[in-house]
């Protein structure tokens, strides 16, 4: 199993940055995928950012250009770097991993953090 640590989250006016770290530990030799969802209550919860174990990349439109995501394999942990932060970025940020097992593909997923972007 992977377990995920979250941190970063916190209170921003908008047009500011913030980062959220996630730290991974367990299996982590296995790891494939490790990216950022978010969720607001009362909606799906939707992909971010996404980085592959080969480097390769995918930025959800509504981030482009203001987000940045990055990985460590040596730790192992993921970053989001969020600028020019709107208040529609506001959520609960949740750490995403996935990794294989005997070739099954599992999911894992933190905590969760709160990012608040204030008008």
């Known amino acids: 199993q992977v377990q995920l640590v979250e941190s970063g989250g916190g209170l921003v006016q908008a047009g500011g940055s913030l980062r959220l770290s996630c730290a991974a530990s367990?299996?982590?030799?296995?790891?494939?995928?490790m990216g950022w969802y978010r969720q607001v209550p009362g909606k799906q919860r939707e992909q971010v950012a996404i980085?592959?174990?080969?480097?390769?990349?995918n930025y959800a439109d509504s981030v482009k250009g203001r987000f940045t995501i990055s990985r460590d394999n040596a730790k192992p942990t993921i970053t989001l770097q969020m600028n020019s932060l709107k208040p529609e970025d506001t959520a609960v940020y949740y750490c995403y991993v996935n990794y294989e097992r005997n070739r099954v593909l599992f999911a894992s997923w933190g905590q969760g953090t709160q990012v608040t972007v204030s008008s």
């Open positions: 980085i592959r174990s080969g480097g390769s990349t």
């Open positions: 367990g299996s982590t030799f296995s790891i494939n995928d």
